[in-house]
């Protein structure tokens, strides 16, 4: 068996990593080489040999920590673990064998003696301590692992303050941005309409449609970067819980109403149905009803960029239960991947391939920022609500299509109540 057997060593030090490789391709085994102990790690599970060989000291874990991790693998729970170590001392041994270690080899290492070594572990060997010896040593590796995770609590404290502050940075930056960026076009827009309602513009408008047509798309294109800068303060605001919802009762009937006709013209271009599924409506609840219907548009806008020409858009509210509203929006359009879907309310994440990505609300597969979604989940979740999507995957010929859920409490509060959020 030992002629044959595999050997896995776990070794950051060259000068050591070369030796015993060659001492035991020598002897006739077949040796495997990691650097990193998650390497070694992921190779033991791949490769399962016959006995494991691990440097104590490692960068990104120690040698006993290795043990534990491999122990923990049902697979790996009886092969040999040698621990290789310049340590000597007989308590820093103990420890490495309270972590499930086999045998203990004190660096330098005897290339004479280490294929005989070898051999006996692999025919069974186990190095052992006194009881009393195996005790003492729990309690120090039990106080190291503890030390350990204290020390890393503490960093994981201070790289997420580290994060929130730097997440605050660029929330304000955004805004700010966002902000600039609307005064120069407000000044731009104002004029373009001066100059759109000038009488000798006029004239000329009557009788050149290219004048005509040029004036047209620059107004329709400050109204669309308008509408992006208003996105990134709306997204922004939410981020930053500066977001005071205006509760009234609301009837739902009438929000989805005002979506549906805002986007009219769109679907007939785009020989879309929108379908309103019901024939009773909740009673009124507390919401914020423009937010609710900012949101509301931001999920139809994002079905008709994704279903294609001639495809259906459901909004359905079912029956409400004693504590919750369900709205869905089901279209019949190409679906969202998997991994895409864990991901979608996130700011500024895209599906897709971002070639195809536009500012427009309405062309198909015409994706934006990436705020949309983001926009509809903090105004969800600031009247303590959940948002979710339900798709099959993505599939351009088959259209599996797509369903996003809101669920939104019937006790939202009451009027001129203020909640907060955070994306």
């Known amino acids: 068996m030992s002629q044959k057997a595999t050997i896995l060593y776990i070794e950051?030090?060259?000068?050591?990593?070369?030796?015993?490789?060659r001492v035991l391709t020598y002897a006739g085994y077949r040796v495997l080489i990691a650097t990193r102990a998650l390497d070694g790690i992921d190779m033991a599970k791949k490769h399962h040999p016959d006995l494991?060989?691990?440097d104590i000291n490692l960068p990104d874990l120690s040698g006993r920590e290795i043990i534990v991790r491999l122990r923990a693998d049902p697979h790996l729970a009886a092969v040999p673990i040698v621990a290789l170590t310049a340590q000597s001392h007989d308590f820093e041994r103990d420890k490495t064998f309270v972590a499930g270690a086999t045998?203990?080899?004190?660096?330098?290492?005897?290339?004479?003696?280490?294929?005989?070594?070898?051999?006996e572990y692999l025919e069974g060997r186990r190095d052992s301590a006194s009881s009393a010896s195996l005790e003492s040593a729990q309690r120090a590796y039990n106080q190291e692992l503890v030390e350990r995770l204290e020390n890393n609590m503490r960093d994981l404290e201070t790289s997420y303050r580290d994060l929130r502050r730097l997440d605050r940075i660029k929330d304000d930056f955004i805004q700010l941005t966002a902000h600039e960026l609307r005064t120069?076009?407000?000044?731009?827009?104002?004029?373009s309409r001066?100059?759109?309602?000038?009488?000798?513009?006029?004239?000329?408008?009557?009788?050149?449609?290219?004048?005509?047509?040029?004036?047209?798309?620059?107004?329709?294109?400050?109204e669309r970067l308008n509408k992006v800068v208003n996105e990134i303060i709306t997204v922004s605001r939410i981020a930053t819980g500066r977001v005071d919802l205006k509760l009234s009762p609301t009837h739902i009937s009438q929000v989805i109403s005002q979506v549906s006709e805002g986007y009219k013209q769109v679907l007939e271009q785009r020989k879309i149905k929108l379908v309103t599924a019901n024939q009773e409506w909740p009673a009124p609840f507390y919401a914020d009803a423009a937010l609710l219907e900012l949101a509301l548009n931001n999920?139809?806008?994002n079905a008709i960029k994704y279903t294609p020409d001639e495809g259906t858009i459901t909004i359905e509210v079912p029956p409400a239960s004693a504590e919750h509203v369900k709205i869905r929006i089901k279209d019949t359009g190409i679906g969202i991947d998997a991994k895409d879907q864990q991901h979608i309310f996130d700011r500024f994440y895209?599906?897709?391939?971002?070639?195809?990505?536009?500012?427009?609300?309405?062309?198909?597969?015409?994706?934006g920022l990436g705020l949309g979604l983001a926009i509809c989940r903090g105004i969800v979740e600031a009247h303590g609500g959940k948002i979710w999507v339900e798709s099959a995957g993505y599939d351009e010929k088959g259209l599996p299509g797509s369903t996003f859920v809101i669920e939104l409490p019937l006790n939202s509060g009451?009027?001129?109540q203020t909640r907060r959020t955070f994306l």
């Open 184 to 191: 120069p076009l407000t000044t731009v827009y104002g004029y």
């Open 12 to 21: 950051d030090d060259d000068a050591s990593r070369v030796l015993i490789q």
């Open 414 to 416: 009451v009027p001129g």
């Open 350 to 367: 895209t599906a897709g391939d971002t070639q195809l990505h536009s500012t427009s609300k309405t062309a198909f597969r015409g994706g």
């Open 299 to 301: 999920l139809v806008s």
């Open 52 to 54: 494991i060989l691990t």
């Open 103 to 119: 045998g203990y080899i004190t660096k330098p290492i005897d290339a004479v003696a280490l294929t005989g070594q070898i051999v």
């Open 194 to 222: 001066l100059v759109q309602t000038s009488p000798a513009i006029l004239a000329v408008m009557g009788q050149d449609l290219e004048v005509n047509a040029c004036l047209t798309g620059l107004l329709e294109s400050i």
